[in-house]
């Protein structure tokens, strides 16, 4: 081991907006849906606008009003393993990373599962928005 440190994960906001607002999976995945999402890497956090099912808004330390409809995150070293480009076992989606590795994803859990094919989308969103960073 080198001893260097892994540097934070930050989440690509504008690019995942971007990404999103290309992604005919999303569109259909989150018609009707209206929500804020916030999610959060170790402290840091930032807020996923949807009116109507389209994203509008992803910015950094969002307002906490009004409330947000889910909360999703974790520390920066399981952000590292969700958004590699083939993730190891239960890292594949935010569900599996909650159950089997201390991933939260909290709030109104109605609107998480019906909308779970568009939360999907948004994390298949930022894999490809970090890959092009690399």
Same mark, same amino acid.
Request: charged residues 20%; contains cysteine.
């Given at each position: ?6 540097a934070r994960v930050r989440? /690509?906001?504008?690019? &995942?907006?971007a990404?999103?607002g290309?992604d /005919?999976?999303?569109?259909l995945?989150?018609?009707?849906w209206t929500a804020r999402?916030a999610f959060? &890497? ?5 807020v996923?606008?949807?009116?109507s099912?389209?994203? &509008?808004?992803?910015r /950094?330390?969002g307002?906490?009003?009004?409330p947000c ?6 520390p920066?070293?399981l952000w590292?393993e969700l958004l590699q480009p &083939?993730p190891?076992?239960f ?6 990373a909650?159950? +089997? +590795? ?5 709030g ?12 999907s989308?948004i994390l298949?969103?930022?894999r ?5 960073q690399r």
């Amino acid at each position: 081991m080198s001893g260097a440190t892994k540097a934070r994960v930050r989440l /690509p906001l504008d690019a &995942v907006i971007a990404l999103l607002g290309q992604d /005919p999976e999303w569109a259909l995945a989150a018609r009707f849906w209206t929500a804020r999402i916030a999610f959060f &890497v170790d402290d840091e956090r930032s807020v996923l606008t949807i009116e109507s099912g389209k994203a &509008v808004t992803f910015r /950094p330390n969002g307002s906490a009003s009004p409330p947000c409809t889910l909360r999703i995150g974790g520390p920066s070293g399981l952000w590292d393993e969700l958004l590699q480009p &083939v993730p190891r076992p239960f890292f594949q989606d935010f569900l599996p990373a909650s159950l +089997h +590795h201390g991933f939260v994803c909290e709030g109104d859990l109605e609107s998480f599962y019906a909308y779970y094919g568009a939360i999907s989308r948004i994390l298949v969103a930022m894999r490809r928005a970090v890959a092009e960073q690399r």
